[in-house]
T-cell receptor, first 112, second 109 residues
Framework: SQTIHQWPATLVQPVGSPLSLECTVE??????LYWYRQAAGRGLQLLFY??????ISSEVPQNLSASRPQDRQFILSSKKLLLSDSGFYLC???????????FGEGSWLTVV | GQQLNQSPQSMFIQEGEDVSMNCTSS?????WLWYKQDPGEGPVLLIA?????ELTSNGRLTAQFGITRKDSFLNISASIPSDVGIYFCAGRGAQKLVFGQGTRLTINP
């Protein structure tokens, strides 16, 4: 069966520090991968999606970047964090058909 | 772009009551999905709907894909404390998957 795992689960980082959140999917090949951000108690905002290795699409201009170095690995990064980057980050995947999306456990980022 | 209007935004009910929430759109969707998110965790898929008019149940949960393909509802019967959380609808049309803003369900014992 397919599984998705992201880490770290919780992160407290000072303003101006770098960020790296990692996500991996197992049990499938050529998944479409996504990074979402969720402000406290609110809806999901799509940040990035990828349909293949090295292919990244950005949905909103921001202080973050994404990379896909391997088929089942998706990384969310920042060179210098801002206070506004705080939030709950979710990695997700869909198959090629994209009919159903599955989420990771989420990563809480607090920028102080 | 495609947008979803999910309502209500929040619900406060007594344990044992039935719950109903819905999502509507001005666009046609080919897939409707319903998720539940517990605090501090990722959303978990509850029900997936792929055909207009489809009515699907998962235990005490029932969801329907509206015949116009522009809406969907989720019902929860005989609510219990573990039903607390945020429920999201998601629709997929010609473009990417679109999420509703969520319905926060609170249950008073």
């Amino acid at each position: 069966s397919q599984t998705i795992h992201q880490w770290p689960a919780t992160l407290v980082q000072p303003v101006g520090s770098p960020l790296s959140l990692e996500c991996t999917v197992e049990g499938t090949s050529n998944p479409n991968l996504y990074w979402y951000r969720q402000a406290a108690g609110r809806g999901l905002q799509l940040l990035f999606y990828s349909v293949g290795i090295g292919q990244i699409s950005s949905e909103v201009p921001q202080n973050l970047s994404a990379s896909r170095p391997q088929d089942r690995q998706f990384i969310l990064s920042s060179k210098k964090l801002l206070l506004s980057d705080s939030g709950f980050y979710l990695c997700a995947w869909t198959s090629d058909s994209g009919n159903t999306i599955y989420f990771g456990e989420g990563s809480w980022l607090t920028v102080v | 772009g495609q947008q979803l209007n999910q309502s209500p935004q929040s619900m406060f009910i007594q344990e044992g009551e039935d719950v109903s929430m819905n999502c509507t759109s001005s666009s046609i969707f080919n897939t409707w999905l319903w998720y539940k998110q517990d605090p501090g965790e990722g959303p978990v898929l509850l029900i997936a709907l792929y055909k207009a008019g489809e009515l699907t149940s998962n235990g005490r949960l029932t969801a329907q894909f509206g015949i116009t393909r522009k809406d969907s509802f989720l019902n929860i019967s005989a609510s219990i404390p573990s039903d607390v959380g945020i429920y999201f609808c998601a629709g997929r049309g010609a473009q990417k998957l679109v999420f509703g803003q969520g319905t926060r369900l609170t249950i008073n014992p």
